[in-house]
């Protein structure tokens, strides 16, 4: 059942819900998503530490008018694991899923080796092999640089 | 195992037995290599070499590689002159050499270029070194050096001296060691030791590491003493270069006590990191293995282009 507290702030007619991310993430998870990604005429809305009987305290991220691609929604698993999408159509959950770590991570973080191929004037994108799971350790698969301090940039 | 057509990025696109193999196909090639034999195994084949940053030894050595197996190169020796210079992505300028030749060396100064590279061409891509990023035929010939000497890669305590840091040769030869079971022993100055990652990189496929910054202590019990050049622009200070540089210098003094079969390795060019003076005892291992740059590139080539050595 949808907590009523919850919905009061911001209930939307489509989008998505990101909720369960951890205390304090929600910003992170925004650029992920990527704010240019989001419709302008779009309220984004983010709640901070929010009381959550998961997860002791949590962010929730609710994007208006956009449904948050498989891509993006597992990338979002780089940084708050125990994120939860829903997909809202209509004022209903439609689709609900947890965020899951895929092995390559294409197209969403920087590689942090500014001297890197993947950071000059090509017509690539970003490439990283998940090394390891907990924590998070990547790998670019261009200059194999191990990284394990992301700074998602919009892809 | 099938070489035919593959791609050379990264040392660490090979699996044990692979790197055996191609050592054992280099040993082949020695006689081939120091002109005794000849071979047209290569006959009608090009590759083609794209030196995006300048490498007179590397260049050479696959020139020579090449034409002992009777094959031929076509050549970008100056980046200055190149198309990229315009403003043509490397993407591009790949896309087009690759159609010129059969396989194509790529040296460039940005890390993971030649993975885009290889991306880009439809024939194989070696990695001829990437900025601080990979020169994996550096490591094989290292590893074929190192071989020859004792007969195994595995068991030895080889250390690891000078700059460790951006020494780009050392990461990859710590990997391929660490794969045959040899131990890594770290001597590096205070400022350039191996960077964290790599270190934890080299644990967790299971290495033996150690760090001992005595290089006198370092020397006792080693079996090869890989050196490495500490450049003066990773110093501020002049004196504190002069310093550092001095206590990393091996000569016949610091040997004195070593064991008799320690072999000395560099990739050279040397600035002043092993004297001259120990060239002409048994200890001198890197002229040798500056000679073992050219049968490893062939073994490599015939691999790549026709699937066995002759
Ligand atoms: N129309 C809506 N507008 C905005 N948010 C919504 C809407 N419908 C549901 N949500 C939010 O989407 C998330 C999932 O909704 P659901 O009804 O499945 O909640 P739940 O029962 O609390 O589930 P969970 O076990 O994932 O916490 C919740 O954060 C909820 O507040
Ligand atoms: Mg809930
Ligand atoms: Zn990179």
Redesign the interface.
Same mark, same amino acid.
Request: aromatic letters at 2%; one cysteine or more; charged letters at 25%.
């Given at each position: 059942m949808t907590a009523a507290r919850e919905l009061k702030i911001t209930p939307i007619k489509n989008g998505t819900v990101i909720d369960h991310i951890g205390n304090g993430l929600a910003l992170e998870v925004l650029r992920i998503i990527g704010i240019d990604e989001i419709d302008k005429d779009s309220t984004v809305s983010v709640a901070l530490h929010v009381r959550s009987q998961k997860i002791g305290w949590k962010d929730i991220v609710k994007v208006e008018n956009m449904e948050l691609s498989p891509r993006k929604a597992n990338a979002i698993a780089l940084i708050a694991p125990t994120a939860t999408i829903s997909i809202i159509r209509d004022f209903r959950v439609r689709e609900k899923r947890a965020v899951d770590l895929p092995d390559r991570i294409v197209g969403i973080l920087k @590689?942090p080796?500014p +001297?890197?191929? +993947?950071n000059?004037?090509?017509?690539?994108e970003s490439e990283f092999d998940v090394v390891r799971r907990r924590p998070v350790v990547l790998r @670019?698969?261009? @200059?194999?640089?191990?990284v394990d301090d992301f700074h998602p940039h919009a892809a | 195992m099938g070489f035919k057509g593959r791609d050379v990025i990264?040392i !660490?696109d090979f699996s044990r037995e692979e790197i055996e193999e191609i050592l054992r196909a280099s040993r082949r090639m020695i006689p081939l290599a120091e002109g005794k034999k000849t071979s047209h195994a290569l006959d009608g084949k090009i590759l083609t070499l794209a030196f995006l940053e300048p490498s007179t030894r590397t260049r050479l050595s696959f020139e020579a590689a090449m034409a002992r197996l009777g094959g031929s190169c076509v050549t970008i020796a100056d980046p200055a002159v190149s198309s990229l210079r315009k403003g043509e992505?490397?993407?591009d300028t790949i896309r087009v050499l690759s159609s010129y030749g059969d396989a194509i060396v790529l040296r460039?100064?940005? =890390? *993971?270029?030649a !993975?885009?590279a290889a991306?880009a061409s439809a024939k194989p891509v070696i990695n001829g070194g990437? *900025?601080? *990023?990979?020169h994996p035929t550096q490591t094989l010939l290292d590893l074929a050096t190192i071989e020859e000497a004792f007969g195994t890669l595995s068991g030895l305590r080889v250390v690891l001296v000078g700059d460790l840091k951006y020494g780009r040769t050392v990461h990859s030869l710590a990997h391929a060691l660490a794969i045959f079971g040899s131990e890594i022993v770290l001597c590096a100055p205070p400022t350039l030791g191996l960077p964290a990652?790599v270190r =934890?990189?080299l644990e967790t496929i299971g290495a033996k590491v150690t760090v001992e910054d005595e290089l006198s202590r370092a020397v006792r019990d080693a079996d090869v003493l890989y050196v490495t050049r500490i450049q003066r622009e990773r110093f501020g200070d002049e004196r504190e270069f002069a310093k550092v540089s001095g206590s990393y210098r091996i000569d016949r003094a610091l040997l004195a006590n070593a064991k008799p079969k320690l072999a000395v390795l560099h990739p050279l060019p040397r600035t002043g990191e092993v004297a001259p003076e120990l060239d002409d005892t048994p200890h001198a291992a890197y002229f040798r293995q500056a000679f073992l740059g050219v049968p490893v590139r062939m073994a490599l080539l015939a691999l790549l282009l026709t699937g066995k050595v002759p």
């Open positions: @590689c080796n +001297s890197c191929i +993947s000059q004037r090509e017509p690539v @670019c698969i261009y @200059c194999e640089r191990l | 990264s !660490r992505t490397l993407h460039h100064p940005n =890390e *993971g270029a !993975r885009l991306q990437d *900025g601080a *990023g990979q990652e =934890e990189h």
